[in-house]
């Protein structure tokens, strides 16, 4: 039967509201949950964990700058520059920049950059391939042509950074004392790493805000930095050069295998001019090897040989087992020591002390070294800087070789007076002969330039050392080993060493020449040390070859300096000028 049509109109309008109800409450519901959502999204984001939303902020716009700082100066005693900084750039490269961009699709500028790095293509690519990277080095120290260049190529992930780059004007001349640094300027060798931390500074920083066109809008932080320091030091140039021109001469024209020269103010303790040839150029370091980096002067020991003769005649004085006029008898020219020789060129006869480092008689010295105790003698070379460092604590000093021994035969003592049984460094020579010239006052040689006193004490009394210097100076006079020593206009007192170089089982065929000397001697301001390492060859005395450097390098030195000359017996000091190079 069916139902009245009414029925069914009734049954839809009481259904149709119903449905209409829950879809309103269903979206007023999803629409109040969005909305309670965002508002706990909001409030955990800037109540109770803001931090992640402001480093992202600050990423995007909070960087730091830092304040350019070069590595300090080193200049010679005149302010003359020997190390500089001056500013490079080096390329560097971001990888996943790279792989994020274009990457290699422009195969022709990634050519062009390999080309003027000096790397191939194939290389370059597989040094950038790594997208985990992030910072890849490409080169350093670039000039800024190259910079500049690499900058025009446009190639993303491509960037220049800025450094600086240690230079040296005065080349090889000064390449021994002032050393060099490594790509990250920090020193390595020479005064550069003896003085790096005080040579290096620490940068400044600013933390700024920029804006979204990358300009600065705000300072927020700043950072003060260490500021580098300059050094100063006792060299002078201009000796420096000289001495390194006469030695490189020397060193070619005798064949030598090496040369070293030392000039000290005697007065001050001061080094001068410290040189070594064979040298580098410390300005481009490819190929060299580690035997020309080698500072000599202050790292190689020798046998001195007669050049510190003076010392054995100075005990006798100080002692008081000589006189100056005490005569000694050197006949027949050979003496027997404990079964061993001591022997002269010649036989000298009957001579005097002067004559003894005149002649550099083996047998004189020998008799004035056992004429005084032992313990004295070797307290002497101690005295004169002989048996330790010489204060200028350089990089790689050695205080030479001496072994003491609890028993010292005759022939030990007989030995050591001729500069046998002892090894010292051509820096050591120097001082003592320093000490000499200033009349037996001993004091630490120096590099560096310093206001402060330095400490000093007498080893030797006035007298002794005056009349050691009257002495010496007849070895550059007539009948004297080293003529060729004399400086026109000048009086010089010094004296030769040659020696033979040890080998396993005695005494080889290889010499080291050494002149050791003082001027003026009426009033002494310069020593000047010349050492000849194997000179070969028809000329291997000393008199022959390190004497005339040392002239050339005294007499330079003492004109640079403006000191007057004291030789009265030389009627024109136009020689002095006219000083040429011969064998």
Known sequence: ????????????????????????????????????????????????????????????????????VHRGLITDRNGQQLAVSVPVRAVWADPKKIADGDGFNDKRRWHALAEVLGLEVDNLIGKLS??????????????????????????????????????????????????????????????EKLYNDWLTGTPGSRQIRRDGKGRQVEILATEEGKEAHNIQLTIDQRI??????????????YKATSASA????????????????????????????????????????????????PLAVLSALEFGSAKVNTVIDTSPGVMHLGGRVVRDGRNYGKIDLTDIIRHSSNMGTSKLALSVPKEYLIDMFYNVGLMSNSGANLLGETNGIFNERPRWSDFDIATLSFG?????????????????????IKRPLSIVKSDQPVESERVISERVAHQILQMMESVVKEGGTARKAAVPGYRVAGKTGTSRKAIANGYGEEYVNIFAGVAPVSDPQLAVVILINEPKGDLYYSGDTAAPVFSKVMAGSLQMLNVAPDDKNVSSLAAISGVTHEG
Do not use: C
């Open 1 to 68: 039967m069916k139902q009245p049509r009414h029925n069914s109109a009734q049954a839809k309008a009481v259904n149709a509201p119903t449905l209409l109800h829950w879809r309103f409450l269903l979206v007023l519901l999803v629409i109040i949950l969005v909305f309670v959502g965002l508002g706990v999204r909001a409030a955990y984001i800037q109540v109770l964990s803001p931090d992640q939303l402001i480093q992202q902020g600050d990423n995007r716009t909070l960087r730091t700058r830092n304040d350019p």
């Open 130 to 191: 790594d997208p985990a990277k992030r910072f890849v080095y490409l080169q350093r120290q670039v000039s800024p042509a190259m910079a500049d260049y690499v900058e025009q190529l446009n190639l993303d992930g491509i960037y220049l950074r800025d450094e600086s780059r240690r230079y040296y004007p005065a080349g090889e001349v000064s390449a021994h004392v002032i050393g060099f640094t490594n790509v990250d300027d920090q020193g390595i060798e020479g005064i």
């Open 240 to 253: 420096q050069a000289l001495a390194y021109k006469e030695l490189k001469w020397a060193v070619s024209y």
């Open 262 to 309: 030392v000039v000290t103010d005697v007065r001050t303790g001061e080094i001068l001019a410290l040189v070594n040839s064979p040298s580098y150029n410390p300005n481009n370091r490819q190929g060299v090897s580690a035997h020309r980096i080698r500072n000599r002067a202050v790292t190689d020991a020798y046998e001195p040989g007669s050049s510190i003769k």
């Open 420 to 440: 046998y049984g002892i090894s010292v460094t051509a820096l050591q020579l120097a001082r003592m002969y320093s000490i000499l010239g200033d009349g037996g």
